[in-house]
């Protein structure tokens, strides 16, 4: 079950699908989380969190002037893993809406949480 990342490696937690082979740790235990960023731009650019489950909405939301803050905010949280993402990502702000999964640490998903 731990090697098919279904529990925790360190705790053996039970962990939230999707379940992606190998050793996976909880939040408790220093795991990073998956939450989906909304953007869009009406005056300014609006960004929303999903939970991973796509259903469950995080409270903070973050209003950037320019689209250079939504790239870094991508950046720090290590969503572009591949070119294509980028790429995804920039096609998305051209067309003035999208969303991108981000990797957040424990530390940054409790900010998010805490609003």
């Not at 960023?37 to 002037?65: H, I, M, N, Y």
């Amino acid at each position: 079950m731990r090697e098919s990342g279904r529990i925790c490696a360190v705790c053996s937690r039970s962990l939230p699908p999707p379940y992606t082979p190998g050793e996976k740790r909880c939040v408790d235990c220093g795991g990073n989380r998956r939450i989906y960023r909304t953007f869009f731009l009406r005056r300014a650019w609006s960004c929303s969190f999903l939970e991973e489950d796509l259903k469950t909405p995080l409270p903070k939301k973050l209003t950037f002037r320019t689209p250079d803050k939504i790239l870094q905010l991508a950046e720090r949280c290590h969503a572009f893993s591949t070119l294509e993402t980028r790429q995804a990502v920039d096609h998305a702000i051209a067309l003035g809406r999208g969303g991108i999964w981000l990797e957040l640490t424990a530390e940054q998903y409790q900010k998010l949480r805490g609003a």
